[in-house]
């Protein structure tokens, strides 16, 4: 039995409002990657100055900027904690309407809040999701779809920043071993390239949400003629 599909727009606001000020803190983002830079600097990028305990050195300037970018970091990951709830409701809804107006597809719907969590099954399980949603929900409605290069263009950046913010966060093993610098470098290319893919997963977000508009409306006046037919 086909369930009926469920509207998708609200979410899709609060996605992209939430997604506009994760978009301008990007830039805060990034000058503080060169803020950190500036400061590690002036002490020889000394591997102490990672030390989770400030007591290990005693560097007025480096103290100050912990204090300041620890304020950032925890205001700004709260706003990165919301924005991912928010897209994986409104992504696992896209992908699930497709279920409801009877089209079949590669996984099963659980997966689209779930394959963000597997290990490596993440590195590319929601970009086919993703791309389902974004061909299947318009053949729905037309014969043909758009291109969907700019999925793949999401997909690359998110990757790429992934890969990256794990070898520049301090946690865990680095490529980079104890050399500040170098990590400094990383997270400062990472950050900027936060800023494209922010913008993309906007426009992206955006472009499907007008797909599934008129998957909605279709499939809504769809169920609606089939009442009058069978109405006497």
Same mark, same amino acid.
């Given at each position: 039995?086909?369930?009926?599909?469920?509207?998708?727009?609200?979410?899709?606001?609060?996605?992209?409002?939430?997604?506009?000020?994760?978009?301008?803190?990007?830039?805060?983002?990034?000058?503080?990657?060169?803020?950190?830079?500036?400061?590690?600097?002036?002490?020889?990028?000394? +591997?102490?100055?990672?030390?989770?305990?400030?007591?290990?050195?005693?560097?007025?300037?480096?103290?100050?900027?912990?204090?300041?970018?620890?304020?950032?970091?925890?205001?700004?990951?709260?706003?990165?904690?919301?924005?991912?709830?928010?897209?994986?409701?409104?992504?696992?809804?896209?992908?699930?309407?497709?279920?409801?107006?009877?089209?079949?597809?590669?996984?099963?719907?659980?997966?689209?809040?779930?394959?963000?969590?597997? +290990?490596?099954?993440?590195?590319?399980? +929601?970009?086919?999701?993703?791309?389902?949603?974004?061909?299947?929900?318009?053949?729905?409605?037309?014969?043909?779809?758009?291109?969907?290069?700019?999925?793949?263009?999401?997909?690359?950046?998110?990757?790429?920043?992934?890969?990256?913010?794990?070898?520049?966060?301090?946690?865990?093993?680095?490529?980079?071993?104890?050399?500040?610098?170098?990590?400094?470098?990383?997270?400062?290319?990472?950050?900027?390239?936060?800023? +494209?893919?922010?913008?993309?997963?906007?426009?992206?977000?955006?472009?499907?949400?007008?797909?599934?508009?008129?998957?909605?409306?279709?499939?809504?006046?769809?169920?609606?003629?089939?009442?009058?037919?069978?109405?006497?």
């Amino acid at each position: 039995m086909i369930e009926m599909i469920k509207d998708n727009s609200k979410r899709s606001k609060k996605l992209l409002s939430i997604f506009q000020v994760f978009y301008g803190m990007s830039f805060i983002q990034v000058f503080f990657g060169f803020y950190q830079y500036k400061v590690w600097s002036n002490h020889g990028f000394d +591997p102490i100055l990672d030390s989770w305990d400030s007591e290990d050195y005693d560097y007025l300037d480096v103290n100050q900027f912990d204090m300041i970018y620890a304020l950032f970091t925890i205001f700004f990951g709260v706003i990165l904690i919301i924005t991912g709830i928010r897209f994986i409701q409104w992504f696992r809804r896209a992908y699930c309407n497709l279920n409801r107006v009877g089209i079949n597809t590669d996984k099963k719907e659980g997966w689209a809040a779930g394959s963000w969590f597997v +290990p490596f099954y993440n590195l590319f399980a +929601p970009q086919q999701i993703m791309k389902e949603i974004w061909n299947k929900t318009q053949k729905y409605y037309k014969e043909t779809t758009e291109d969907d290069k700019m999925v793949n263009q999401w997909w690359g950046l998110w990757v790429l920043c992934f890969i990256l913010d794990n070898q520049s966060d301090g946690i865990g093993s680095s490529f980079f071993g104890n050399d500040l610098e170098a990590q400094s470098v990383i997270s400062i290319v990472s950050n900027i390239l936060w800023i +494209p893919l922010t913008y993309t997963a906007i426009k992206l977000i955006k472009k499907v949400s007008i797909f599934e508009k008129e998957m909605y409306e279709k499939a809504v006046t769809g169920k609606e003629n089939q009442s009058d037919e069978v109405t006497f």
